[in-house]
């Protein structure tokens, strides 16, 4: 089966909503709320997937949001679409199960069940050991 094939596997494209739809988020330039994202793909779902096939889907434009820092200037946050972010959420489950096994165990950058807390325990971890 092809990437993109596993990519808009249903039982994969639900488990990209059902992480979407928790991580929750604002809308993009649609302006369509997560809220919304199931209706829109039962009704898109079969041209979404054929655009997908064809490689003519394009990704909406992102909506650019700033966010006020402590020292009062703003940095900006970029927002996809609800449907754009559940297609990335998609493609990345995808790429993750056919390359977690590839990474060592001592790699904790973006991935499932690593964060950076756990990279400073373990170099804390070394740095004790007299590494």
Do not use: W
């Amino acid at each position: 089966m092809e990437l993109i094939e596993q990519v808009i596997n249903r039982h994969n494209m639900m488990r990209a909503l059902q992480q979407v739809r928790q991580n929750k988020g604002s809308a993009g330039v649609d302006r369509m709320p997560v809220s919304e994202l199931y209706n829109y793909l039962t009704n898109n779902r079969e041209r979404i997937e054929q655009e997908l096939l064809n490689g003519t889907y394009l990704p909406q434009p992102i909506l650019e949001v700033g966010i006020p820092k402590s020292n009062g200037k703003t940095r900006l946050l970029g927002m996809p679409t609800a449907v754009d972010r559940m297609l990335q959420q998609a493609v990345g489950q995808v790429l993750a199960n056919r390359f977690e096994m590839d990474f060592e165990d001592y790699s904790y950058g973006f991935r499932p069940n690593k964060n950076a807390q756990q990279a400073i325990l373990k170099a804390l971890e070394y740095i004790n050991k007299g590494h």
